[in-house]
């Protein structure tokens, strides 16, 4: 159980295109789900925080223009990075939390951006 | 601010040897969990201790809490290659209105065969 998948798992896209992110927990209904951004060989850096049918809360000094969340239901999550560009190449990460009872989260896959 | 410091940040040991990763805190948190994460996939839990001085144990990996609930560690005994990975501690404070997870830097750790 507590299955979070991600897609894609990698994109690689031009300079000013826009790209999204799905995140879905395909056997739990998530009450929250966060975004993080990890750089090569450091850890995990929250961006934001999503609740179902609300605005994301964006962590500081995090675009709320340039990375768009969108938390329609209790299973999907996306994150747009829009007009992207090569500083925004990294390794984004969702993860979803099933109640408010606990802080445990359940972390997607992972998907690699490069933007060229 | 709370921060969670893990040491040390790099490890690379034989395969058979034990060894113990700590996060450290000056803040009390209400609970902490450890994670590993291999490369280019996503942190996977391990375990989560709630109550000062609780000891967890995962097969070979025993997961201590403080007492005083500020900092945690992690023994994993006869360590395999398989166990290399980035080790993560992530707390939530008391205090925490947001419901955000804090991660440390993470400790890397390489079992060598």
């Known amino acids: 159980g507590a299955v979070v998948s991600q897609h894609p798992s990698w994109v690689i896209c031009k300079s000013g295109t826009s790209v999204k992110i799905e995140c879905r927990s395909l056997?739990?209904?998530?009450?929250?789900m966060f975004w993080y951004r990890q750089f090569p060989k450091q850890s995990l850096m929250l961006m934001a925080t999503s609740n179902e049918g609300s605005k994301a809360t964006y962590e500081q000094g995090v675009e709320k223009d340039k990375f768009l969340i969108n938390h329609a239901s209790l299973t999907l999550s996306t994150l747009t990075v829009t007009s992207a560009h090569p500083e925004d190449s990294s390794f984004y990460i969702c993860?979803?939390?099933?109640?408010?009872?606990?802080?445990?989260?359940?972390f997607g896959p992972g998907t690699r951006l490069t933007v060229l | 601010t709370q921060l969670l410091e893990q040491s040390p940040q790099f490890l690379s040991i034989q395969e058979g040897e034990n060894l113990t990763v700590y996060c450290n805190s000056s803040s009390v948190f209400s609970s902490l969990q450890w994670y590993r994460q291999e490369p280019g996939e996503g942190p996977v839990l391990l375990v989560t201790v709630v109550t000062g001085g609780e000891v967890k144990k995962l097969k070979r990996l025993t997961f201590q809490f403080g007492d005083a609930r500020k900092d945690s560690s992690l023994h994993i005994t006869a360590a395999q290659p398989g166990d290399t990975g980035l080790y993560l501690c992530a707390g939530v404070s008391p205090t925490n209105r947001d419901d955000k997870i804090i991660f440390g830097k993470g400790t890397r750790l390489h079992i060598l065969p």
């Open positions: 056997d739990f209904q998530a009450t929250t």
């Open positions: 993860s979803a939390r099933w109640t408010k009872s606990t802080y445990e989260q359940f």
